[in-house]
């Protein structure tokens, strides 16, 4: 499968590692040209290309940049085939990205960036850190095994990320899904940030406005799998 990536930082640069090592075909540009990415991360495979030449005959564009760079790469993958299934890795961080009006209205990120991009977009590898992530992915059945969450707006794009992520990442043991369900009791609805309140919720009950699949997306850096009214 031909995987292309948009975006050489933490993230981006793990799963170059990872996902040539598992056999995926892989290519990776960024925004200041391929002689630019670090050559150490093409170890098992790989190779850095342009952005134009990422975005070209893959099955799967995985873009991994900063939300607030979502908008001017809108043009250069337009031409995407409808099947190509894009993931998005970013969150919002204002001190990073500057301000997103739409999204401190309330607007669930992964909403805004589909909107912005013009397609369906799955979140994925956005709920942990780039140093847990790089160094902490165990194999599958390893009882250390840690989840993380993916969510898209179809079950085949679903299926095709979950494949990747369970190919490279961190998959879910029994004990991982009680450790992740132990943070989600424990987290605040985001759509209530800071004082917002969805007219139908009920406290300790799931978040109305979560609960459609555009919903299992992200605020404010925090996944929002079942996230529970406050």
């Known amino acids: 499968m031909k995987v292309g990536i ?5 993230i981006g640069k793990t799963l170059v590692r990872e996902l040539s090592r598992t056999g995926y075909d892989v290519k990776v540009a960024n925004s200041r040209g391929p002689e630019t990415i670090d050559a150490s991360i093409f170890a098992s495979g790989g190779r850095a290309v ?4 990422a975005v070209e005959d893959v099955d799967i564009l995985i873009l991994s940049i900063p939300l607030n760079r979502l908008p001017e790469i ?16 970013s969150n919002y961080y204002p001190m990073r990205d500057t301000e997103i009006g739409d999204v401190e ?3 669930v990120e992964s909403v805004w960036v589909s909107r912005q991009l013009g397609r369906t977009v799955v979140k994925a590898w956005n709920a942990i850190g780039s140093d847990s992530f790089a160094r902490l992915g165990k194999p599958a059945g390893h009882p250390d095994r840690i989840a993380i969450p993916v969510a898209a707006d179809n079950d085949r794009d679903r299926r095709v990320a979950m494949a990747l992520v369970g190919d490279r990442s961190p998959g879910a043991s029994s004990r991982a899904r009680q450790f992740t369900v132990l943070i989600l009791r424990l987290a605040r609805c985001p759509m209530h940030w800071p004082l917002r309140k969805d007219p139908g919720c009920r406290s300790g009950e799931i978040c109305p406005s979560l609960r459609s699949t555009r919903g299992l997306a992200t605020r404010r850096a925090i996944p929002t799998r079942a996230f529970l009214c406050v």
């Open 50 to 53: 342009t952005i134009e030449q």
């Open 74 to 89: 809108a043009p250069k993958i337009a031409g995407l085939p409808e099947d190509t299934v894009v993931i998005d890795t």
């Open 6 to 10: 948009l975006g050489a930082g933490h």
């Open 105 to 107: 209205a309330g607007e």
